[in-house]
């Protein structure tokens, strides 16, 4: 993300959840801010802050006016069973996020149950649709908020991706009977397995909106610079706005996966909720190897007449300072190095520094040439011979490899070296005004993306989720 968008979500953020936090008088000045009046105007609403007339010129001014808004939810007190219930769910919990609606209990139930159990409410949030209070338990070490809730059972998505299956293979044996009892009826299976499939993923869905546990809610808000979530069963987008602000993440846009589906993109703007004096974390950084006899002879050969290379560590089994000392004796330098978890890339360049050459084949395209060669010659192929021997046996084999063939094509990249991948994953940033490649084809973490994308001048734009190949991801080039 560029840094001067995350800025403006920053500031949005701040806005919103900071200045418009309750206090009866709020006046902002736009300029100051930087942010537009029509931002600033929907921030307040957002907050139950009405407009008034301003004290001074350039100034947006707001009181703190919940009674002209609809009131929050507020369920009422609620019955021994469901307090007994909700004592139970804290069992063996660090936090715990309880919605009043889910739980039918009133705010004071649930901090009375709560305080029983040695827990306290740390945060609320609330809109029409619901009160969230995040229960954490006392005695917790200082630390910046994270998520702590522990499941007690599978996933949503492995639920529905199972039955989904289960649904699937008895419909495959429902029209097997089907063909070969020669009548007529058994092929109502169809229309009712289809039914059945896709009712079992309405029911799956509206019963994880019932359930009182809800560890799915702030899992992903883990650290990272980016998480996308997918919309929450039975959870309003404003009230999962909130949680994620108290992580320190803000709403960063929209991320389309598949044709009809949507998820939330959440960037990290800020630290969350501190409790005490969090000891300092070190920035987190990818451990290099113990050296390997034979790699420096393999870096050489690597090195040799090449104008500028791109090294992995974790495959070059040296260490950075180990690279530079034997580039340095073949004329190259390094001149940047990008590090996260998961590996450590140098970028060695002679010096002077190669003239930039015209235009190259950007190496994310193999992705879509490879199969595409493949079914030519093995499908197209196979149909030509057919059609001149009229054996169709020669087709069914063609068809079969098409089949077996193209699936792993589509990553044929990941078979290389990872310090090519790295160099071609470089050569994706070309000087257009936006690239789009497809990130997976290379195994190379988003985080290690964004580094080399920010050295070539680019800035995370958008990623659309697929299922053959991945995640397609957008970069801009700044300007």
């Known amino acids: 993300?560029?840094?001067?968008?995350?800025?403006?979500?920053l500031r949005l953020g701040e806005l919103r959840f900071r200045v418009f936090s309750g206090a009866p008088v709020v006046e902002v000045s736009p300029e100051q801010w930087g942010l537009?009046?029509?931002?600033v105007r929907q921030a307040a609403a957002s907050r139950r802050y009405r407009e008034t007339p301003p004290d001074q010129p350039g100034f947006l001014r707001f009181e703190f006016a919940p009674g002209f808004f609809p009131p929050h939810f507020d369920p009422g007190p609620g019955t021994d069973a469901d307090r007994r219930r909700l004592a139970r769910l804290l069992g063996g919990q660090e936090q715990f996020w309880a919605s009043l609606r889910r739980l039918r209990l009133s705010r004071a139930d649930v901090g009375a149950v709560a305080a029983a159990a040695g827990m306290a409410v740390a945060a609320e949030v609330a809109d029409?649709?619901?009160r969230l209070l995040l229960l954490r338990r006392n005695g917790l070490p200082d630390e910046e908020l994270r998520p702590r809730t522990v499941r007690r059972g599978p996933?949503?998505?492995?639920?529905?991706?199972?039955?989904?299956?289960?649904?699937?293979?008895?419909?495959?044996v429902g029209i097997g009977i089907a063909a070969k009892s020669g009548r007529q009826w058994p092929l109502l299976v169809i229309p009712v397995g289809l039914g059945i499939t896709i009712g079992a993923q309405v029911?799956?869905?509206?019963?994880?909106?019932?359930s009182p546990r809800m560890p799915w809610l702030d899992e992903r808000f883990g650290g990272t610079s980016r998480v996308v979530v997918d919309p929450p069963p039975s959870v309003s987008t404003e009230l999962l706005g909130e949680v994620a602000s108290l992580y320190g993440y803000f709403f960063a846009g929209m991320r389309h996966s598949g044709r009809n589906n949507v998820s939330f993109l959440f960037a990290k703007c800020r630290p969350g909720l501190v409790f005490g004096t969090p000891a300092p974390v070190p920035p987190a950084v990818f451990t290099v190897p113990a050296e390997t006899p034979g790699r420096e002879q393999w870096l050489r050969n690597h090195l040799d007449g090449r104008a500028e290379l791109w090294v992995s560590v974790r495959e070059a089994k040296l260490t950075p300072a180990r690279i530079a000392e034997i580039a340095g004796g073949e004329g190259l330098v390094p001149v940047a190095e990008f590090a996260d978890t998961t590996d450590r890339i140098v970028l060695l360049r002679r010096d002077p520094p190669p003239p930039v050459t015209g235009r190259r084949f950007r190496m994310s395209f193999a992705g879509f040439l490879a199969p595409a060669a493949w079914i030519l010659l093995c499908f197209g192929g196979s149909g030509l011979t057919t059609a001149i021997t009229g054996d169709e046996r020669v087709f069914a084999i063609g068809f079969a490899l098409t089949f077996l063939g193209v699936p792993p094509l589509l990553w044929v990249l990941r078979i290389f070296p990872r310090s090519v991948r790295v160099g071609w994953l470089a050569g994706e940033f070309t000087g257009r005004d936006t690239v789009r490649f497809f990130s997976g084809q290379f195994d190379v973490s988003p985080e290690l993306v964004r580094q080399i994308a920010a050295f070539h001048g680019y800035f995370y734009l958008d990623e659309t989720s697929t299922n053959a190949q991945g995640t397609l991801v957008?970069?801009?080039r700044r300007r």
Request: charged share 10%; hydrophobic share 55%.
């Open 1 to 9: 993300m560029a840094p001067p968008q995350q800025a403006w979500l």
């Open 474 to 476: 957008t970069y801009g």
């Open 36 to 39: 537009d009046a029509g931002s």
């Open 203 to 210: 029911l799956i869905r509206a019963v994880a909106g019932r």
């Open 128 to 130: 029409t649709s619901d």
């Open 155 to 172: 996933a949503l998505g492995v639920v529905q991706g199972v039955v989904a299956v289960v649904c699937v293979l008895g419909f495959a």
